[in-house]
């Protein structure tokens, strides 16, 4: 699986940006896919996750409330929409593909559960 992100950028508190993962392949209902951040001189955070068929999410509760991940499979993307953004969201945001093979399994959201990543994309918030 190759996923790429795209979508971030420079925004004003609370303002909004939507990102979004792209990913190949023809399997791609069997991951559950998450969004993770790593901040300047930070370890990389989690930040959401949503499961193979989409009925599931989970959500690091910094951002509960204002953030939603979604997906669509025939897209094969994953999004993150992104509301009241605060300075402290300043970070570059990867997306991650976890191998469930369809299973319901419980919320992954450390780093190495996740099997493949994205290149980053940076949004930065000004105060």
């Known amino acids: 699986v190759q996923l790429q992100a795209y979508g971030g950028g420079l925004v004003q508190a609370g303002g909004s940006l939507r990102l979004s993962c792209a990913a190949s392949g023809r399997t791609f209902s069997s991951y559950g896919m998450g969004w993770f951040r790593q901040s300047l001189g930070k370890e990389r955070e989690f930040v959401a996750t949503?499961?193979?068929?989409?009925?599931?999410?989970y959500y690091a509760d910094s951002v509960k409330g204002r953030f939603t991940i979604s997906r669509d499979n025939a897209k094969n993307t994953v999004y993150l929409q992104m509301n009241s953004l605060k300075p402290e969201d300043t970070a570059v945001y990867y997306c991650?593909?976890?191998?469930?093979?369809?299973?319901?399994?419980?919320?992954?959201?450390?780093?190495?559960?996740?099997?493949?990543w994205g290149q980053g994309t940076l949004v930065t918030v000004s105060s």
């Open positions: 991650a593909a976890t191998f469930t093979s369809g299973r319901t399994v419980q919320p992954r959201t450390r780093v190495n559960e996740y099997h493949y």
């Open positions: 949503i499961s193979g068929s989409g009925g599931s999410t």
